[in-house]
C-alpha cells in the first residue's frame, strides 16, 4: 500500500476545552490540566488507530498551538508580535522575543514520550519551523542580544529537539512549513522565503542523509477557523524553493487547490529523485467528508505525474492547528482520516502497489 499520513492536529474534545479555560480562571490545578490532557491524548490515539492509519500523531492535543507549543509559558515573550492575516478577517499574532538567551520552553520530543505510552503504530512528530520561530525577534532589534545570537540559538534548539525524536523513535520528523507559501505574500521579491529555506536548510543540513530519510517538510496556505493565510499565492512562487529543502519527504496540501494538475506538473519538474512527494487528498476545511472513492481519484491523478514508488497521501493540513480552534469536530476529522485510508488502500491496488 502507498504510505499514508497525517499532519497533526485533531479538535480537542470539549472537556479539554473547558479545562483549559478552567485553568486559566482558576478552577482547576495544573495536574488536573494535565490529566486532561493526557487523557485527550490517549483517547485521540485509540480513533486514530481505529481508522486504520499505518502511521499517526498524538493530535496535538496539549500544545498550544503548532508554532507556538516550544515557547509556550516563556517570560522573555510578548504576545504583540508579527500579526498573521487570514482570509476572513481574523488574525493570529505571533510572539514577540524581548531578550535573550532564548532556548525552547517544552521541546516536541515530550509530547512524544507522553504519545509513546499509548501507540501501538509508529509515531509521527510534528515540529515548527526555525524559519517560523524567526519571526519572534523584533526587526527593531534587542538591546545586548543580537539577531545573530538568536539565530544560532534558535538552530542549536531545533537540531536537538529533531534529534531527540527521531533517537526516541519517531517514525518521521515534520517540519511544518506554512510560512513558506505565506513569506511571498509578505515580501513579494520572495528575498523572505530565500532567508527562509536558507535557515532551515541550516538545521538540515546537520543531519546525515539517511538522518533525513525520516525528516520531512510540510507545506499549506494556513486551516485556522475555516479560512487561510495564503492560498492566494500562486504555488509557482513556492515549488521551486520549496524543494530546496535538504530533506527527504514533501507534505503539500493539494486537495484544495482549484488546479492541481497544474500543481501536479510543477512538483514533477522541481521534485528530486530522491524526495517522495506525500499529496494533500483531504481537505480540512471542507466540513464535507470526502468518499474513499474521491480520495482514489486524487492518489490516480496524482500516480500520473509521480511515481508511485516515490508517493504517499496525507491531510493538505492539521484539522485544528490552534487548541482554540472549534470549527470542525472530532468526529469529522477522524471520518475524513478513515476515508484518506480507505481511499489510498483502493488506489494502491489499481496501482498494484502492494
Known sequence: MLPTEPIGSIPRPAALIEGVQGFRAGRISQPELNALYEAAVQDTI????????PVITDGEQAKHSFATYSIHGLENLSPDGVPISFADGHIRNLPRLTGGPFRY???ADVYLEIAQRYAHVPLKQAVVSASALSLLYPQGGIRGYSREEYLDALIDEQEGEIRRCLKKGAHVVQMDFTEGRLSIKLDPTRRL????IDLNNLVLERFSAEERKRIGVHTCPGADRHSTHSA????????PSL???QATNFYVQLASEPHRKRVLQMIREHAKDTQRIFVGVINPLDPRVETAEEVRDRVLEAAE???PDRLGTTDDCGFAPFSDDTSRTRE???DKIRARVAGTA???TVLRVD
Do not use: H, M, N, Q
Request: net charge negative.
Open 232 to 239: 492566494d499565492v500562486d504555488y509557482a512562487e513556492l515549488l
Open 346 to 348: 483502493s488506489a494502491s
Open 193 to 196: 522565503l530565500r532567508s527562509f
Open 332 to 334: 469529522t476529522a477522524f
Open 305 to 307: 505525474y509521480i511515481p
Open 46 to 53: 485509540r480513533r486514530l488507530e481505529a481508522t486504520g492509519s
Open 243 to 245: 524543494f530546496e529543502l
Open 105 to 107: 520552553k517544552t521541546p
